[in-house]
């Protein structure tokens, strides 16, 4: 075998493993060359075979990785002489690097076909004459290269603090260093040092511990391995949330990384950091695959689960869908967990309902996750509504019941044929004792359907489950602020509970669950024996034209089946539960099992077209959508009134607050616009559009009616005879009120 056959198999086996492997070098400039023949996979294998080092190489090690990015990084002026576009990034005075040396500016060469090709309109704009001569006339001095770029970030102004909000770190992502030792995350991915340290060597890779903390050494599986109050924070990793010379460093490694050469992510703040950066300059397609390799490799995935927030952020930036929905789904779950609550929390904005560290969101994405909870705290309101009712059994398609309330109607039908209205004579007494059954069973069954949703509600995660929510809230919840889940699910509101996975579980396996009070046979075995026995007596009545009055064929038509009532809840309940509770999760959520995530299309339109949702950049999504004329216009020109007006899918629970001057607008021909004022009045259409197996019921609240046709009078019949032409008169105009 080949040296070159042995480096592939060693390669090969180094992929599948993702400890301590470094993330590999992604080049963001895309390639000209055709892909290999063969299958996607094999092109795909391949690439990355050919983008990751071999283990024979010295580059493999990822120590070298590190100061190779460090070297270049401070010597870049002398590594990078070749190009026709001549760099400039400044320094500002008194900051040492880690090699106890002060930052100098620097001064670099780089390929301005590489910084066009990333279809940046910034660099377009800085590469263009009349920007060249902009640059030329503030730097002051001739220079002899083709292109010059000043890329040095602004000192003062709105430009500073519009980048300041871009790239000032959370506390979460300055602190993901910590998750080296307490998850098991490789130093690779984490541990990396901020470009202003004291001195390469001083930052500590472990955690410093208080004397409280005790290692039990009880393996790699349990986690998190150290509680957050027993770390005790090193003067080194304390880094600001915003610094110049990270940001200054990063710009280089931006640069240099559209020029081909190795970007190297080892830690958060230098993930999310570039993130901005490349924002900034609108060329995030350079780092897009490296970033969101560093954010899907697990366990670092951990990164999503419990810096929502900033992980939401940067993949907002760089547009990467799956890492946007992941994160989207967990912002909205828990929103709408603080919207259905009883009473306003404390500390909502600081922390979520079970404990996990908020950091704010600019207003465009707050904005988005907001519609998106109402959405689902309306659906979730709704399925609450159904499973409360008395439609509960026929919303979830149950044949059984559905024949059963059959057989209620032929024998009200029977009581009716069966008394004489003339002489006063009653019904026959055993028809009489079958109704009196038929009610029994009737009130049971509903007593049931409220007893099991309840008991669903009041139940608590088994003890495997217990553990593993409350060992996966550990990771971002100290002990001085733990609240068990068990507790915290016990203090929730019923709607609130559709949002755990416990409640559904526990009314999945309710009616298999034999030992239980609930179980069916047991509670409504007696009751429907009873009702069963008088079907004997009564089927003549029921079915009175049947030649096999007593055959089995003809009472099985009323019979109650207790066992398929069972099975058939059983099924529908599982099919529900599944649509709530079992999402097709883009990223690997594991430390987010105890919230449910299962959002629908309802919730996710708010997102961009590019994470799969409908909002193309009008805003249309946001707006309340105006009610059809079901009767078309009645009165004249375009001042005309609606007929009946059909219900919307505007929220119930989210009225419209415009004024007037806030209404959205229909506009005519000649681009004039009418007003559309939203009315509060417009009742919800509920649906929640999942088909049991039965026919879908939709109920609505009173429709209200405007302007009734049938109230108008003679005189407005040569209303219906209006002008459809194109031209609007003058007169006609005038007759329109001012918005």
């Known amino acids: 075998m080949s040296t070159q056959d042995t480096e592939g198999q060693g390669q090969e086996q180094n992929m599948q493993e993702r400890s301590d492997s470094p993330i590999p070098s992604t080049s963001p400039i895309p390639s000209t060359q055709p892909p290999p023949q063969g299958s996607l996979l094999d092109a795909a294998i391949s690439q990355l075979l050919k983008e990751h080092p071999s283990q024979g190489s010295r580059t493999y090690d990822s120590d070298h990785r590190e100061h190779r990015d460090i070297n270049l990084i401070h010597q870049v002026s002398i590594e990078c002489q070749s190009g026709d576009t001549l760099i400039i990034v400044n320094f500002p005075q008194g900051y040492k690097n880690c090699k106890r040396e002060t930052w100098t500016s620097k001064r670099f060469h780089a390929n301005s076909e590489n910084l066009l090709a990333t279809g940046s309109k910034v660099f377009a704009q800085l590469l263009s004459p009349e920007g060249q001569a902009r640059i030329r006339k503030r730097i002051g001095e001739p220079l002899p290269q083709k292109y010059v770029l000043d890329l040095t970030p602004s000192v003062e102004g709105d430009e500073l603090a519009a980048q300041l909000m871009e790239l000032s770190l959370p506390l979460g992502v300055r602190d993901w260093w910590m998750s080296k030792e307490r998850l098991g995350i490789s130093k690779y991915f984490v541990s990396g040092h901020d470009d202003h340290c004291p001195a390469h060597n001083e930052v500590p890779i472990d955690c410093k511990k208080t004397d409280e903390y005790i290692d039990h050494d009880m393996g790699r599986e349990v986690l998190p391995k150290i509680d957050l109050d027993h770390i005790i924070l090193s003067e080194s990793r304390a880094i600001l949330d915003y610094c110049p010379i990270r940001h200054r460093a990063n710009i280089i490694r ?370 309340p959508t105006v009610p059809d004329a079901d009767l078309g216009p009645i009165g004249p020109g375009p001042a005309y009134r609606t007929g009946e007006t059909v219900t919307t899918d505007v929220s119930s629970i989210c009225q419209s607050d415009k004024t007037p001057s806030q209404a959205s607008t229909v506009t005519l021909t000649a681009g004039r616009s009418l007003a559309a004022v939203p009315s509060n009045a417009v009742p919800t259409t509920i649906n929640d559009g999942v088909s049991m197996g039965g026919t879908n019921t939709m109920s609505t609240s009173s429709i209200v009616m405007v302007d009734d046709v049938n109230e108008l009078d003679d005189d407005t019949d040569d209303a219906f005879e209006f002008d459809d032409s194109d031209e609007i008169s003058d007169e006609a105009w005038s007759q329109v009120e001012e918005p």
């Open 254 to 623: 931006l640069v240099l990384a559209i020029q081909g050469h190795d970007l190297v992510l080892n830690s958060a703040p230098r993930a999310y950091t570039l993130t901005g950066i490349a924002r900034i300059l609108d060329c995030t397609n350079a780092i897009r695959d490296s970033v969101c390799t560093w954010l899907m490799v697990e366990p670092n995935t951990d990164f999503v689960d419990i810096n929502t927030e900033a992980a939401f952020t940067m993949a907002w930036k760089l547009e990467l869908s799956n890492v946007t929905r992941a994160a989207f789904r967990v912002l909205v779950v828990e929103r709408a967990l603080d919207t259905l609550a009883a009473e306003p929390r404390v500390d909502a904005a600081r922390y979520t309902i079970f404990g996990r560290p908020r950091v704010d969101l600019s207003d465009d994405l707050q904005t988005v996750v907001q519609y998106a909870t109402l959405k689902l705290v309306d659906r979730v309101q709704q399925i609450l509504a159904k499973l409360k009712s008395d439609q509960f059994y026929d919303l979830l398609g149950i044949s059984e019941y559905q024949k059963f309330v059959q057989t209620g109607n032929l024998i009200r039908s029977a009581l009716s044929a069966n008394t004489s209205h003339d002489t006063e004579q009653s019904p026959p007494e055993e028809l009489c004792e079958l109704s009196t059954r038929y009610t029994a069973l009737l009130n049971r069954l509903l007593e049931y359907n409220g007893r099991i949703v309840c008991e669903a509600m009041d139940s608590s995660p088994g003890n495997d489950l217990q553990r593993d929510y409350d060992r996966d809230r550990r990771c971002y919840v100290p002990a001085t602020r733990w609240n068990p889940t068990a507790l915290i699910y016990k203090n929730f509101t019923d709607a609130q509970h559709l949002l755990t996975p416990t409640f559904w579980e526990e009314l999945t396996s309710i009616p298999y669950a034999y030992t239980r009070e609930t179980y069916p046979d047991h509670f409504l075995g007696d009751t429907i024996d009873a009702f069963n026995a008088k079907l004997n007596n009564n089927i003549r009545y029921l079915a009175p034209t049947s030649g096999d009055l007593f055959g089995i064929r003809v009472y099985d038509n009323f019979y109650f089946d207790l066992p398929k009532f069972r099975d058939q809840l059983h099924t529908a309940i599982e099919r529900l539960m599944f649509i709530w509770t079992k999402p097709d999760s883009e990223a690997p959520l594991t430390r987010s099992r105890h919230l449910l995530l299962a959002l629908s299309d309802e919730e996710f339109q708010y997102l961009p077209l590019w994470a799969g949702g409908f909002d193309d950049g009008t805003g249309g999504v946001f707006e």
